[in-house]
């Protein structure tokens, strides 16, 4: 059960992959609340690693930034539904022409330029798959952040698990010391073995002061990450193992990264922009009216003496000088290949990057089985070195070097649990 706990904190992100398959963003992060609420229920440990990443997604002013400029997207595509502005324009006549109904006075006119049709759609379209786009960037960013946290957290516990060994091996000095202070009273061993067990318990006790400072300086990073006062202190777990079996993947989970969808969101947007771009290529039709006061004629009497004059008006934007429109249509069609380009540079990154942290898991693995292996062994032969006791011969430098092999295949294992996380949280944020 203990263990089950430990995989569904990097189970996390790895399951969230399948959801990623959904090409609406908001439905993304949607259903991986409601996964993470899932985990809670089932496992504390897991409940403890993912409180912290969601209180640094909160909390981290970059994320926050990235949100706003999302917002700022997303206003874009209210923006885009515009029209061209209203002309109004009015003249005086400084010289009246005479008409047969009278004299012209001034002139007031009103026109409207519409842009052809789908033009405003397709703006509305361009500016939606910007906004797409930039909310790629708030899902890379969470993903950064959320495995810059859990790397400090195995961090964290590395230090404190070290510092619990070391305080373990302190104890287990002293009762040596205490075996040997018993074999110098019956000239069974000498004052020297006793100064050499404390020598040993001094340099213990400074590795696990050094931890200490290690752990405070680690402890601020962490809290920084969650950007909340750098002296509050961190709930670690206790103990962590490695699980019996490895989540399998393909480098296929590989296409769902968001820093390779990043690219098709680009991609896309570039292609609704060469459909504005022909869109706005097409003429733009205008409506307007004219008026014009007329002053009536006194000389004469006749129909519509003083008639006002009232002309509608139709004018077409035909853009006859269009290489502007060819070069953005060119543009763009280079831009897609750029893209294209760094998507596949950017999979070959993420592949290269994907298998090392890999193999670096099938190590820290490695390694510990082989450190388990070593310390059982050491712990062997101590009891043989007990059993010596009991019969009156006990070498003191035999115990001082079998300590010192416990403690090194005791550091390796906790070094290899944090190393096997570290790089299976790597993982995650590659899938």
């Not at 019996?244 to 820093?259: R, V």
């Not at 504005?276 to 519509?304: K, W």
């Not at 934007?317 to 429109?325: H, L, Q, T, W």
């Not at 193999?359 to 010596?388: C, G, P, V, Y």
Request: proline letters at 3%.
């Amino acid at each position: 059960m203990k263990k089950l706990k430990y995989i569904l904190v990097f189970l996390f992100v790895s399951t969230v992959t399948c959801i990623e398959r959904s090409r609406s963003a908001k439905a993304y992060l949607n259903a991986v609340l409601i996964l993470s609420v899932g985990l809670i229920s089932i496992g504390g440990q897991a409940q403890q690693l993912q409180s912290y990443i969601e209180e640094a997604e909160s909390n981290n002013p970059e994320i926050q930034a990235f949100e706003l400029q999302y917002n700022i997207a997303e206003e874009k595509v209210n923006e885009a539904n515009w029209l061209p502005n209203t002309e109004v324009s009015a003249g005086y006549f400084v010289s009246e022409p005479e008409t047969r109904v009278g004299a012209q006075r001034a002139r007031i006119g009103v026109k409207q330029m519409l842009p052809w049709f789908g033009t405003i759609n397709a703006r509305e379209n361009y500016a939606t798959s910007m906004a797409e786009a930039e909310y790629v960037e708030i899902t890379i960013a969470k993903r950064k952040l959320a495995l810059s946290v859990a790397q400090s957290y195995y961090r964290l516990y590395e230090t404190r698990a070290k510092q619990k060994i070391l305080e373990e091996n302190i104890q287990l000095l002293k009762t040596y010391e205490q075996l040997a202070l018993t074999s110098v009273e019956v000239s069974k061993a000498s004052a020297v073995d006793v100064l050499r067990l404390q020598i040993r318990q001094n340099e213990l006790q400074q590795q696990k002061e050094v931890l200490e400072e290690e752990f405070n300086s680690e402890q601020t990073t962490f809290n920084n990450l969650l950007n909340r006062n750098e002296n509050m202190s961190v709930d670690i777990v206790a103990a962590m193992a490695i699980p019996d079996k490895d989540p399998i993947y393909g480098t296929e989970a590989l296409s769902l990264n968001p820093e390779l969808i990043k690219y098709e969101k680009l991609y896309e947007s570039i292609s609704q922009s060469e459909l504005l771009n022909q869109r706005e290529s097409l003429p733009m039709v205008g409506f307007g009216v004219d008026y014009l006061p007329v002053t009536a004629r006194d000389d004469a009497m006749f129909t519509d003496n003083g008639k006002d004059i009232l002309m509608p008006m139709v004018s077409v934007s035909i853009p006859i000088f269009n290489n502007r429109y060819k070069s953005i249509s060119r543009q763009n069609e280079l831009r897609q290949k750029k893209i294209e380009t760094q998507k596949e540079q950017q999979l070959n990154v993420l592949e290269s990057a994907f298998a090392k942290a890999i193999s670096q898991r099938n190590q820290a693995r490695i390694k510990f089985n082989t450190q388990a292996k070593n310390l059982m062994q050491a712990n062997d032969a101590e009891q043989i070195l007990i059993k010596n006791y009991e019969t009156g011969t006990i070498d003191f430098n035999d115990v001082l070097d079998i300590q010192e092999l416990q403690l090194k295949f005791q550091m390796n294992q906790i070094e290899s649990v944090q190393m096997y996380y570290v790089q299976q949280s790597i993982i995650n944020y590659l899938i």
